[in-house]
Nanobody
Framework: QVQLVESGGGLVQPGGSLRLSCAASRSIFSFKAMGWYRQAPGKERELVARIDSGGTIYADSVKGRFTISRDNAKNTVYLQMHSLQPEDTAVYYC??????????WGQGTQVTVSS
């Protein structure tokens, strides 16, 4: 089992920045994939950014604004978000696929972009 704890969400004005963190309960070094998804009210959960063996991918809507990164020493995955817009408002979920191809999700952190 892997526990994932997200932090860093909150209320930010349009054009602002936030950095989300996802701390894993054990080493992320061997994980097959890790990433961030989001779900806005009334919408399906969608991919935001993901790192796997094929590289890094971003949703078209966040390219050039968001950056996913990892710190293996801290067992943490980050999502740096710049130029936030109201349409980025959602609950953001951390995701990992471990070395046994099991999927785990965090509890989610709310990001609200509003003036």
């Amino acid at each position: 089992q892997v526990q994932l704890v997200e932090s860093g969400g909150g209320l930010v004005q349009p054009g602002g920045s936030l950095r989300l963190s996802c701390a894993a309960s054990r080493s992320i070094f061997s994980f097959k994939a890790m990433g961030w998804y989001r779900q806005a009210p009334g919408k399906e959960r969608e991919l935001v950014a993901r790192i796997d063996s094929g590289g890094t991918i971003y949703a078209d809507s966040v390219k050039g604004r968001f950056t996913i990164s990892r710190d293996n020493a801290k067992n943490t995955v980050y999502l740096q978000m710049h130029s936030l817009q109201p349409e980025d408002t959602a609950v953001y979920y951390c995701y990992i696929r471990d070395s046994y191809f099991r999927d785990f999700w965090g509890q989610g952190t709310q990001v609200t972009v509003s003036s």
